[in-house]
T-cell receptor
Framework: LAKTTQPISMDSYEGQEVNITCSHNNIATNDYITWYQQFPSQGPRFIIQGYKTKVTNEVASLFIPADRKSSTLSLPRVSLSDTAVYYCLVGALNTGGFKTIFGAGTRLFVKA | GAVVSQHPSRVICKSGTSVKIECRSLDFQATTMFWYRQFPKKSLMLMATSNEGSKATYEQGVEKDKFLINHASLTLSTLTVTSAHPEDSSFYIC??????????????FGPGTRLTVL
């Protein structure tokens, strides 16, 4: 299982762009990178998923360099409601089965 | 994204009783579901992997006789905390694996169940 490393916490202000980087040095060839958002007392919510280069959806962008040993979640123009914990996970389906191991995540605090 | 529900959202019980938590994938079939436990300010800790039609696989340190898991259909997995004690009080979260994305492992999570054992 590829281990991930993220900053423990980050602060930002409303309207700013926030970039959270995750390191996954031993990512396997078949692994995808997935980011989740979690608010207190709620289950994690899927944000975005990618394999390489750049992926963009209505809430975020995911940048993955060519070596795939890291990835960056980009949140454009954050608001107070983006204050949450963000988890980066890597993995893939395979015949041997797969299980998700959550790291500590990054606590993002958005200030007014 | 896909929708996963959990029931109940919160439960308070007396020590020694058993509590059942249901996890349902509402708009897709899930051959594999996962059960997690989360303590305040901590990350999610995987308890077990639930496979439809077969026995669950438990993580090291998780008592299979205490946390009974049943995955009888492609849309429902249940976690029963037997003879609950105050130390079992926690936030329990399930997820369902969505295989429609090809090789990616995409899991959708339920809203969680807050268990308080008095």
């Amino acid at each position: 299982l590829a281990k991930t490393t993220q900053p423990i916490s980050m602060d930002s202000y409303e309207g700013q762009e926030v970039n959270i980087t995750c390191s996954h040095n031993n990512i396997a060839t078949n692994d995808y990178i997935t980011w989740y958002q979690q608010f207190p007392s709620q289950g994690p919510r899927f944000i975005i998923q990618g394999y390489k280069t750049k992926v963009t959806n209505e809430v975020a962008s995911l940048f993955i360099p060519a070596d795939r040993k890291s990835s960056t979640l980009s949140l454009p123009r954050v608001s107070l409601s983006d204050t949450a914990v963000y988890y980066c996970l890597v993995g893939a389906l395979n015949t041997g089965g797969f299980k998700t191991i959550f790291g500590a995540g990054t606590r993002l605090f958005v200030k007014a | 994204g896909a929708v996963v529900s959990q029931h109940p959202s919160r439960v308070i019980c007396k020590s020694g009783t058993s509590v059942k938590i249901e996890c349902r994938s509402l708009d897709f079939q899930a051959t594999t579901m996962f059960w997690y436990r989360q303590f305040p300010k901590k990350s999610l800790m995987l308890m077990a992997t639930s496979n439809e039609g077969s026995k669950a696989t438990y993580e090291q340190g998780v008592e299979k006789d205490k946390f009974l898991i049943n995955h009888a259909s492609l849309t429902l997995s249940t976690l029963t905390v037997t003879s609950a004690h105050p130390e079992d009080s926690s936030f329990y979260i399930c997820s369902a694996r969505d295989l429609r994305g090809g090789g990616a492992d995409t899991q959708y999570f339920g809203p969680g169940t807050r268990l308080t054992v008095l």
